[in-house]
């Protein structure tokens, strides 16, 4: 047996917030420690962030720089010594002890629970893209087991490619959660009556108004599938129905209402850098981002189907809801023109790095000329712009915009299916 690369230094648990306090030992089941809470469970927690992980030299840098951290300090639930864990790559598997397997699945964004362990409060210190040796890393669960202080750490050689994968997505659920929300938030603004829940990472929403799953959903459910409960309570309370975006089946034998793919790159993906510089404009189109006051330009764009995400017969609310997002900073929309008249529109939703592409709309009269594809590199050119480093979208797979994402370098990730809860109906 080979000898281990580190060991628990010290088992931290809390009834919520910080700082977790030591305890002899403790059972890690799939949402992590027994007798560990958190004030906010739609921030923390869930089965992809089920243990929170940081190791002693990290502690003691800090020390030595004069910031008053301790073991569990920063929340960690185990303090380790011997690994370096924000340097390993999303995926390691470690064995802990006899039992326990843990598998790295992204780092923790610190927050301002943290100030009160840095001398000068700047508690970013530990934001793993400013120091990247210094992060806390979370972890989801393998295989159950207790641990102990002094427990062996084994990192095993099998790296699981898939978790960044699954990481990728999460981080394109948010950046589509907040794209969404903004929208919700214009309707709200434009007089229609919407009832907005933004808590932590998850965001519900029910109109009467408006019925359709576009403002009638839950979103954050693909990383926090444990607060299904808190949606479907949500749902219940309105006496409405409600659809929720999910990377898993909400309960036995639930069907989908609607099926999506995830799709997505790195920037720096080769593929898509290739398909970037390939992407030539087609004749007589021109591509603009437009200014704050062209909203009417984007709106002039029609198709021929309904308008999206709307139940038959309801109002079309999205002309309005463009006025208000062309003012927006995260926001930004683009109309392809021919001969100075709009022909397609499509936006794109910047948010923590990540750059979100709204569906793209072509008029009936315009299509086959490329153009929606040519507005797919123009958004991603401006996410990268903007600073981003992932760029992603959802499609419904074997369709029309599915096959020219791909073409552009974005590849499948994973399914973010729609569900439809009706209460008193449907299982939980």
Known sequence: MSEPNGRVVAVNVSGGGVPKRPVDRAWVGPFG?????????????????????????????????????EPGGAGENLTTSGIEWSLLPVGTQARVGDQLELEVSSSTTPCATQIRNFSDGNFNRIRIELHPSDSRMYARVIREGEVKPGDPITLLPDVNAGAQIEEMERRLDRAETKSTVAAWRAASAAGFAIDIVEDGELAMASSTDLPGPAFNSTHGLARLPNMLPMATDFYDAHNSTGYLWMTQAPWPNAKAFMEGDFVGAYVTDAALVDALAAQSMPEGVTIRRLGPGEATVYNAVRGSTAAG??????????????????GTNARQLFVAEINGVAVANASLHVSAGAGWLRGALVTPDARGKGIQRALIAARIRAAIEAGCDLVGAQAEPGEVSARNLNALGLRHLGNANLYEYI???SRR
Request: glycine share 14%.
């Open 33 to 69: 420690l027994e007798g560990d809470a958190h004030r906010e469970n739609t921030v923390h927690g869930g089965p992809h962030r089920a243990v929170c992980l940081f190791g002693v030299e990290v502690i003691e840098r800090l020390q030595s720089e004069g910031h008053p951290i």
């Open 309 to 326: 995400g709307m139940a038959d017969g309801a109002p079309n609310p999205w002309p309005k809801v463009y006025e208000r997002l062309a």
């Open 423 to 425: 209460p008193g109906v």
